[in-house]
């Protein structure tokens, strides 16, 4: 069963590579968030996870955000894709991953080299630019994957984007929870751990559900992006310590 299981991972990739390569030079911005949607949706059925979307607070997701969440594992992206593609900030060595990364990177993955100083600028004026022409942009403050149940510290450099562009925060919360209701260890990307070894373990590990929490919006105006970071930082983990 994992091997089966794994050749239709390798076949969903390989869908996926096409599909960037040969439809997505030719269809409207619509077209490639469907795509990129639905793809995502499919990849996680295939790794036996489900998407249950948690919404806090009524009414539709803001047209103009800067979305951030809590960081476990690889999966994170795709899951945050299956409510509304965005255009993810992740760490440069994600573009040398086999397969992903390069669908990272036709799919609008923003990358960051960490420690450069005049790579960090040059990303930063492209996700104000991002934000003001209205896509939803998303990126992961911790700045790496974290144990469930445990939230780092956020950076708060790239929150000043939503400052300038004049857009609000949107915070996610994300866990995953297996059939007894516990955190699954499996899910967890962490240390050493290779993408390949991720993937068998998540496939070993059967059904699991992910939460997308969605809180509400934090406000921008006049907020230094240190105190736009810790207000994210505590909804999210209020909700997740409960």
């Known amino acids: ?137 998303a990126f992961f403050p911790e700045g790496t994957t974290s144990l469930q149940g445990t939230v780092l510290p956020f950076h708060s450099n790239l929150f000043e984007a939503a400052v300038e562009a004049q857009v609000p925060v949107q915070p996610f919360a994300l866990r995953y929870v297996d059939a007894g209701g516990g955190f699954p260890k499996a899910i967890e990307f962490v240390g050493d751990m290779t993408f390949v070894e991720s993937m068998v373990a998540i496939l070993k590990a059967g059904r699991i559900r992910a939460e997308l929490i969605r809180l509400p919006l934090i406000e921008t105006a006049g907020c230094h992006r240190r105190e736009l970071g810790e207000a994210a930082r505590e909804a999210i983990s209020s909700v997740l310590s409960q």
């Not at 998407?51 to 607070?57: K, T």
Request: proline share 4%; aromatic share 10%.
């Open 1 to 137: 069963m994992i091997v089966w299981n794994l050749l239709r991972v390798c076949l969903h990739l390989c869908i996926g590579l096409w599909t960037c390569a040969l439809v997505f030079p030719f269809t409207d911005d619509a077209g490639r968030a469907w795509r990129i949607k639905h793809w995502s949706v499919k990849l996680l059925a295939i790794c036996g996870i489900e998407v249950e979307v948690v919404h806090s607070v009524a009414g539709p997701l803001a047209p103009r955000a800067l979305i951030v969440a809590n960081h476990i594992s690889w999966l994170d992206i795709f899951v945050i894709n299956t409510l509304h593609p965005c255009r993810f900030v992740a760490k440069s060595d994600i573009r040398n991953w086999p397969l992903i990364g390069w669908l990272c990177d036709k799919s609008g993955t923003i990358f960051i080299a960490r420690g450069k100083l005049r790579d960090v600028r040059r990303i930063y004026e492209g996700l104000v630019h991002s934000l003001q022409v209205g896509e939803h942009v």
